[in-house]
Nanobody, 120 residues
Framework: QVQLVESGGGLVQPGGSLRLSCVASGSIARINNVGWYRQAPGKERELVAVVTRLRTTNYEDSVKGRFTISRDDAKNTVYLQMNSLKPEDTAVYYC??????????????WGKGTLVTVSS
């Protein structure tokens, strides 16, 4: 089994910064694409940023220039650095990963999410 655990959420003022972490553990042979998603109250879940195994990145338009996704494969961890936060960034942020397990299965996993609240 594989688990994804997010951390780093919290309350921050507009213009502030947070760094989210997503740590994968369990029967992992290789971590492929990893994405950060968010879901605001009353809205659908949306993709915020994605990083491939080759470290290619892509971002949702509203976070370009403010958010940075990165990965540390030695630690099985993916980060989301969020700067210049706005109230509209308030949401539960979820980590999603495509993982090759030690049983040679390609499986998609979700974490349980971490809440980010941007408010003065």
């Amino acid at each position: 089994q594989v688990q994804l655990v997010e951390s780093g959420g919290g309350l921050v003022q507009p213009g502030g910064s947070l760094r989210l972490s997503c740590v994968a553990s369990g029967s992992i042979a290789r971590i492929n694409n990893v994405g950060w998603y968010r879901q605001a109250p009353g809205k659908e879940r949306e993709l915020v940023a994605v990083v491939t195994r080759l470290r290619t990145t892509n971002y949702e338009d509203s976070v370009k220039g403010r958010f940075t996704i990165s990965r540390d494969d030695a630690k099985n961890t993916v980060y989301l650095q969020m700067n210049s936060l706005k109230p509209e960034d308030t949401a539960v942020y979820y980590c999603n990963a495509d993982i090759l397990t030690t049983r040679a299965l390609n499986v998609n996993y979700w974490g349980k999410g971490t809440l980010v609240t941007v408010s003065s």
